[in-house]
């Protein structure tokens, strides 16, 4: 291999095995994204808003954080989050103020009664630092 004048190295080796581990981090997001777990969650999330192929990058990429945490220290254990993540993180009281304006904005009038069922819980691990990194304990 020859130098191409770039500071860089002539062939496309490198190419391939990158084109080849996108092509297998594509495929390992589209299979979760087809599961009832956090990262189907997130995949389906994003694809709603962005478009399936920014939902693939990003589930790839949360799988990469994954594999990365799982391979790092030999104590690390996974736990998903679960599909009703991101349901449980939303306040009720924000949401039902959003579901109202939005109906307001579409010409109706909106009352609101209150039901006896309880509020559901927000999920256990619901601290400040973001949800990947609470996908991981290590274990002591």
């Known amino acids: 291999m020859g130098r191409d004048g770039q500071g860089g190295f002539r062939g496309d080796c490198g190419q391939r095995c990158c084109q080849r581990l996108l092509t ?9 994204g087809k599961t009832d777990t956090f990262l189907g969650e997130r995949h389906r999330r994003i694809g709603r808003r962005r478009g399936k192929k920014k939902a693939l990058v990003a589930v790839g990429r949360s799988l990469l954080v994954v594999i990365r945490h799982l391979l790092s220290p030999p104590g690390t254990r996974f736990h998903d ?4 993540y991101y349901d449980s993180r939303i306040d009720p009281e924000q949401r039902k103020h959003n579901h109202v ?3 307001e904005a579409l010409g109706s009038t ?6 006896t069922q309880p509020p559901t ?11 990947m ?4 304990r290590t274990l002591h």
């Open 133 to 136: 990194t609470r996908a991981f």
């Open 24 to 32: 297998l981090i594509v495929r390992l997001a589209t299979a979760a």
């Open 101 to 103: 304006r939005q109906r």
């Open 121 to 131: 819980a927000l999920h256990p691990c619901s601290h400040a630092r973001g949800p």
């Open 81 to 84: 989050l679960g599909s009703g």
């Open 110 to 115: 909106v009352a609101l009664q209150p039901t």
